[in-house]
């Protein structure tokens, strides 16, 4: 990787693409960080990687992570149903495995309509509960049978949210701070909840002109509402890939991909709580990117042949000028090859 490459993938912000970008890559060459465009347009403060951001599906990492803990404590077996802790609540016999690695055959619908900025706009204060946010999705019959294909939804995980409550018998938020945030020291990296507000400083976000830094993180749940910066994201992913985590055979879990069809074409590139991509040259990709109105951030690495080991690792922060409707929009693409030499 060329500084070079990295700073024109970040770009010169603010434009129609994003109003601030940052992007931090740690690798055997050392540590290349750029950044552009301001973390708040109206005071102009700079981009800088003490920042909270929402993290969207990155919190699928966490919630991942977090039950296969519960999994190397004995408390869950991963290929035993859902319903063995959640009875009734699905149509189809799913594994808990088949929950972190999207082929548990939900339908990829909501009455929460993520995707649609005017709805947003009209709800983003709303307070929503789990149940709210997977309603249509366990109501409707399965998009396929668990286990013979792969579809990413939100809702297996804000199920798999429900599950950790169920078998601790606490809030999937407090198990995730107890078991993660804590023992690594992420001082600003939070679970809010309903509170709509983020701790200062932050990335300012926007979505079509309009200021939506502040909206309930329920309308996420556990697929999407956690905040953090890219410094505590950093020292995240570098525990998750040596170990300090979760124990090597959770983690090997983690980078499991199911050798079945991607719904929407090609073959699966989830595993629980990591997605995979081969960049030109060759080789793997293993991260998770999240995106919500206003924000957009993600963690990806490049792990030893034989090993875990992080070779090469990337963390990055985006404020978009558009949600959008992909998960991995251009200038995260452009990031991530850049970092990784394609």
């Not at 709210?132 to 396929?144: N, Y």
């Amino acid at each position: 990787m060329s500084a070079t490459d990295l700073a024109a993938a970040v770009g010169d912000r603010p434009d129609g693409e994003a109003a601030a970008v940052l992007a931090r890559v740690t690798g055997p060459d050392g540590t290349t960080e750029r950044g552009s465009g301001a973390a708040d347009p109206a005071t102009g403060r700079p981009v800088g990687p003490d920042l909270v951001f929402r993290i969207g599906g990155v919190t699928k990492t966490f919630v991942a992570a977090t039950v296969l803990g519960l999994a190397a404590e004995g408390l869950i077996d991963p290929d035993e149903p859902v319903a063995a802790h959640l009875p009734g609540v699905l149509r189809a016999p799913a594994t808990v495995r088949q929950l972190l690695d999207h082929t548990a055959g939900l339908a990829d619908e909501s009455d929460v309509r993520y995707n649609d900025t005017g709805w947003f706009l009209r709800h983003r204060f709303d307070t929503f509960t789990p149940e709210q946010l997977v309603a249509r999705a366990v109501r409707l019959p399965p998009a396929f049978e668990p286990g013979t294909a792969q579809q990413i939804t939100r809702a297996g995980y804000v199920l798999a949210g429900m599950l950790i409550e169920q078998v601790t018998g606490n809030p999937y938020a407090a198990e995730i701070r107890s078991r993660i945030l804590r023992p690594l020291g992420l001082r600003r990296t939070f679970l809010p909840g309903a509170d709509p507000a983020l701790p200062e400083p932050c990335l300012r976000g926007t979505d079509e002109g309009i200021d939506v830094t502040e909206h309930s993180p329920s309308i996420h749940g556990a697929a999407g509402e956690m905040l953090s910066t890219v410094d505590d994201l950093d020292r995240f992913l570098t525990a998750l890939l040596v170990g300090e985590v979760i124990p090597e055979k959770e983690l090997r879990q983690m980078f499991r991909v199911p050798r079945v069809p991607y719904l929407g074409g090609g073959e699966a590139f989830c595993g629980a709580g990591l997605d995979s991509v081969v960049v030109p040259g060759g080789d793997t990709v293993w991260g998770m990117a999240g995106i919500v109105h206003g924000h957009l951030g993600g963690i990806a690495a490049t792990v030893a042949p034989g090993t875990r080991e992080p070779v090469r690792r990337l963390v990055y922060m985006v404020a978009p000028t558009v949600r959008g409707r992909l998960r991995v929009p251009p200038v995260a693409q452009r990031i991530i090859l850049a970092a990784f030499g394609g």
